[in-house]
């Protein structure tokens, strides 16, 4: 039985910059909105449901491994487009739902940035103490 284990590479801080962004843009985003009108920041409960599947979708994945970069382009864009079209179709901005996602999205990353990132490492070839059963063809 050969165990897995892991070794600890350089920081990944490849994710600062995605997330410096992602912070800062997003807090223009809801200011502006807040700043042009004052209930701006009033959400439709569809753009609220929305924009928790967002924030918790990224959260799990990042929780199950999975990179920044991955959850943000596979879980979080796709939900983001969703949250444009609502806001369109239901009349309200879409500027505070995307940039309270944003703003969110981008806390979640700076964390990340500074945490080591973990590489499972080479693994010896698994021997078995017993032969293999014999092929069926």
């Keep these: 039985m050969?165990?897995?284990?892991q070794t600890i590479s350089t920081?990944?801080?490849?994710?600062?910059?995605?997330?410096?962004?992602?912070?800062?843009?997003?807090?223009?985003?809801?200011?502006?909105a807040a700043l042009r009108d004052s209930d701006a920041l009033v959400?439709?409960?569809?753009?609220?449901?929305?924009?928790?599947?967002?924030?918790v979708g990224v959260l799990l994945a990042l929780l199950h491994g999975i990179p920044y970069r991955t959850a943000l382009l596979s879980?979080?864009?796709?939900?983001v487009l969703v949250q444009v079209l609502a806001s369109e179709l239901a009349g309200s901005s879409f500027l505070p739902v995307v940039g309270i996602e944003?703003?969110?999205l981008g806390l979640f990353g700076l964390p990340l940035s500074r945490l080591p990132?973990?590489?499972?490492?080479?693994?010896r070839p698994v021997r078995s103490l017993r032969e293999a059963p014999p092929s069926p063809s």
């Design 102 to 104: 944003l703003t969110a």
């Design 2 to 5: 050969a165990s897995q284990t």
């Design 75 to 79: 879980i979080a864009a796709p939900l």
């Design 11 to 32: 920081r990944s801080s490849g994710n600062l910059p995605i997330a410096l962004l992602l912070l800062g843009s997003g807090a223009l985003l809801w200011i502006r």
């Design 117 to 123: 990132r973990r590489r499972a490492a080479a693994t």
């Design 43 to 55: 959400l439709l409960p569809g753009a609220e449901g929305c924009l928790t599947a967002g924030i």
